[in-house]
């Protein structure tokens, strides 16, 4: 079946220094990508998201590349704050099943002041 | 535009006991889905629905039901609460029921079964 998996799930780096979290995804027919970050007892919000036709997309301090032969893709924040501390999550969506969202495992995001 | 609201935001089963958690939005939004969230696994898909009238299981729907008579509504009902139902459990919609589309969580419920 439809499967994500995350990694790490769990990474500490310094105030300033780059993080990278990686996913890979199953169904080769998956053409949506979020990434949502959820808050200590809060819901999960959307950072940013790319569709299959693109290879990278850029908000600011965040970036996603995707790489659809390998089936993977990745969140890279850079200058890391102490507010980047959270747990993120990847998605994928599987358009050829009514658009479902499958998310990865998270990864908990540790940025040391 | 109050977005995505779960009811009740606690509560606490006794095994074999049912209940339902409701969760509406005000957005017309023709996609919605129920998660749950446990340690260490993310967020599982429980059920969803492309529009009303219209549901489908997710990755673990077993022990839960769920029915789309409106647009607006997409209550879950567990049939016979079990320990292993003890979870945090996040109702969310989006737009397209095609997907691709941004999902707008509610606040959560977080269920104990005791």
């Known amino acids: 079946g439809e499967n994500v998996e995350q990694h790490p799930s769990t990474l500490s780096v310094q105030e300033g220094d780059s993080a990278v979290i990686k996913c890979t995804y199953s169904d080769s027919a998956s053409n949506y990508f979020p990434w949502y970050k959820q808050e200590l007892g809060k819901r999960p919000q959307l950072i940013i998201d790319?569709?299959?036709?693109?290879g990278e997309k850029k908000d600011q301090r965040i970036a996603v590349t995707l790489n659809k032969t390998a089936k993977h893709f990745s969140l890279h924040i850079t200058e890391t704050q102490p507010e980047d501390s959270a747990v993120y999550f990847c998605a994928a969506s599987f358009y050829n099943q009514g658009g479902k969202l499958i998310f990865g495992q998270g990864t908990e995001l540790s940025v040391k002041p | 535009n109050a977005g995505v609201t779960q009811t009740p935001k606690f509560q606490v089963l006794k095994t074999g006991q049912s209940m339902t958690l409701q969760c509406a939005q005000d957005?017309?939004?023709?996609?919605m889905s129920w998660y749950r969230q446990d340690p260490g696994m993310g967020l599982r898909l429980i059920h969803y629905s492309v529009g009303a009238g219209i549901t489908d299981q997710g990755e673990v729907p077993n022990g839960y039901n769920v029915s789309r008579s409106t647009t607006e509504d997409f209550p879950l009902r567990l049939l016979s609460a079990a320990p292993s139902q003890t979870s945090v459990y996040f109702c969310?919609?989006?737009?397209?029921?095609?997907?691709?589309?941004?999902?707008?969580f509610g606040s959560g419920t977080q269920l104990s079964v005791l």
């Open positions: 957005m017309n939004h023709e996609y």
């Open positions: 790319i569709r299959s036709n693109v």
């Open positions: 969310a919609s989006s737009r397209s029921g095609t997907g691709g589309e941004k999902l707008f």
